[in-house]
């Protein structure tokens, strides 16, 4: 599967870092051109009803080589690499039949050290695609593109193997959150999707937060402090007993797994008039609405006595859990998940901690868990992926478009 590395390396090549400070879509210039290479490639292997829309969003078709109905599945892969660690001028370096220990990136100072990884331990005799220590690679998510890509030229090469529509969509702009906005769904036309944009070989994900922001504001009363006693309110003084009465057992630092939080993210302070500003992550929905209904109850209390309202708050609702969308049609996950058993590739199923594009996809109409891509580390310099891993999720990607025409004969 040369042709699915070299596809790899190629796509690294071109700085695609989204930014979330410019307003177009995409956000950056380097997306457009990637897309209108992604839009020739896929040109050239001769798929139907291609297309690059004004919003940067690459979309194809593989049509059914079966005479009988199979629903359309759909493979979805990102074109934006995150903007935390640079895209530009990335110098991938392959380490073949990894043996163990520290992996120098590049001339730098910089090395991938299994004590630091230790994910490394599990990997030895496999050939490791990593950074030269000054960028991200961008595996995340451009292993997605290739793995993607390259199924689907193995299907074409291999007209023996069966398979329904196959609808293909490329997004820019998912890692600053707006990689669903533009998504034309009902031009895609796929019954359900996958994103392959997950990491370690197994990843079949489904499940993620609840979310929503909240916004307290206290509203004090600045006096010159020579004669401000009985008349001052310092509003800092009561932002702080009020975080100081938060939970303290339920913040990111102190919970994995399926528990959720309430995140003081940032703070605006001064005498007169103080903000805080929390997200709030559930996985149940009443979860969700039990943290809200503890900061309203919060804010009641501080205000109790008082004549005016001295801390108001604002809720807003940002993104909900797909499993509530792809639950009602159990076949989806089962037929990843035998997809996998398939390749040899033991499914993890786990929660996401955070939300994806597929969440969002997955309430405006096209139900899309996320299966792995191979990589680890994404966002930053230790960034890397595995050849085999990569391969897996070529092997996977065929493997479902294939139970999928089999299962609905
Ligand atoms: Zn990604």
């Excluded at 599967?1 to 190629?10: E, G, P």
């Excluded at 073949?96 to 490394?120: F, H, M, T």
């Excluded at 528990?259 to 969700?288: C, N, P, W």
Aim: aromatic share 8%.
């Amino acid at each position: 599967m040369t042709s699915l590395i070299d596809r790899f390396l190629k796509y690294v090549t071109f700085d695609t870092q989204s930014d979330p400070s410019l307003g177009c879509c995409p956000s950056t210039k380097g997306q457009t051109t990637f897309a209108a290479f992604l839009r020739d490639e896929l040109l050239s292997l001769d798929l139907q009803d291609v297309t690059l829309d004004d919003n940067g969003y690459v979309m194809a078709t593989l049509p059914s080589n079966v005479e009988y109905d199979v629903p359309a599945v759909g493979f979805v892969a990102h074109m934006d690499t995150a903007p935390d660690a640079s895209g530009a001028n990335v110098r991938p370096q392959l380490v073949e039949n990894y043996l163990g220990g520290d992996i120098a990136l590049g001339k730098g100072e910089q090395v991938l050290s299994p004590i630091q990884y230790p994910d490394l331990h599990q990997l030895h005799g496999h050939d490791i695609i990593t950074t030269d220590g000054t960028t991200l690679l961008g595996a995340d998510n451009k292993a997605g593109i290739a793995e993607i890509i390259s199924a689907v030229a193995f299907l074409i090469e291999h007209p023996e193997i069966p398979h329904g529509d196959i609808k293909i969509a490329f997004t820019p702009d998912e890692e600053i959150g707006r990689g669903a906005d533009l998504f034309n769904v009902e031009k895609f036309a796929a019954n359900w999707a996958y994103t392959i944009d997950g990491g370690p070989v197994g990843e079949l994900e489904y499940e993620n937060f609840n979310a929503a922001a909240a916004t307290v504001t206290f509203h004090g009363n600045n006096v010159h402090p020579g004669t401000a006693k009985g008349k001052m309110v310092n509003s800092m003084t009561l932002a702080a007993r009020f975080q100081a009465e938060m939970p303290a057992d339920e913040t990111p630092e102190t919970t994995d797994g399926y528990e959720g939080f309430y995140h003081l993210t940032t703070a605006e302070m001064s005498v007169a008039k103080s903000t805080l500003h929390y997200i709030l992550r559930d996985f149940e929905q009443d979860g969700l609405e039990r943290r809200k209904a503890y900061l309203k109850n919060k804010v009641a209390t501080f205000n109790q006595g008082d004549k005016t309202e001295r801390v108001t708050l604002t809720i807003t609702d940002n993104y909900s859990n797909m499993r509530e969308m792809v639950e009602p049609h159990p076949h989806i996950i089962e037929i990843a998940k035998q997809a996998m058993i398939a390749c040899d590739v033991k499914p993890n199923i786990k929660p996401i901690r955070g939300g994806t594009d597929g969440a969002r996809l997955s309430f405006m109409g096209l139900p899309c868990p996320n299966i792995f891509t191979g990589g680890y580390n994404f966002h930053g310099i230790h960034e890397f992926i595995t050849v085999q891993g990569m391969e897996l999720a070529v092997n996977v990607i065929v493997q479902i478009a294939k139970d999928t025409a089999i299962r609905y004969r």
